[in-house]
């Protein structure tokens, strides 16, 4: 059975950063594109990136692009997303997800139904 466990959530003042981690288990996590999307408080599901399965290739979300990064580690089944330059719109509940494909949709505009599999989300406030 899948499993998808976010951590590194928390409070944050705008301008700083947070590093979020996703440990994946159950199933061959380097076969599969996976990333995250959020739902800021009162708002919709938006999805915020997307990794190939070999990590070379990543989209975006245009409202994350030049502050945001995602990263993956294969040999440790481990997704991460680098949040720098965070701002208060920023605020919600990330989630990590996992494809059934190897490959990220071309469009940068997408939501959480590209994903097949999440986890529980780790809150992020950013707020002075």
């Known amino acids: 059975q899948s499993q998808l466990v976010e951590s590194g959530g928390g409070l944050v003042q705008p301008g700083g950063s947070l590093r979020l981690s996703c440990e994946a288990s159950?199933?061959?996590?380097?076969?599969?594109?996976v990333g995250w999307f959020r739902q800021g408080p009162g708002k919709g599901r938006e999805g915020v990136g997307c990794?190939?399965?070999?990590?070379?290739?990543?989209i975006l979300a245009d409202s994350v692009k030049g502050r945001f990064t995602i990263s993956r580690d294969n040999t440790k089944n481990t997704l991460y997303l680098q949040m720098n330059g965070l701002k208060p719109e920023d605020t919600g509940v990330y989630y990590c997800?996992?494809?059934?494909?190897?490959?990220?949709?071309?469009?940068?505009?997408?939501?959480?139904?590209?994903?097949?599999?999440w986890g529980q989300g780790t809150q992020v406030t950013v707020s002075s």
């Open positions: 997800g996992a494809r059934s494909v190897s490959f990220c949709p071309q469009e940068s505009r997408f939501g959480s139904d590209i994903f097949d599999d």
């Open positions: 159950g199933f061959r996590f380097g076969y599969y594109a």
């Open positions: 990794i190939v399965s070999g990590g070379g290739q990543q």
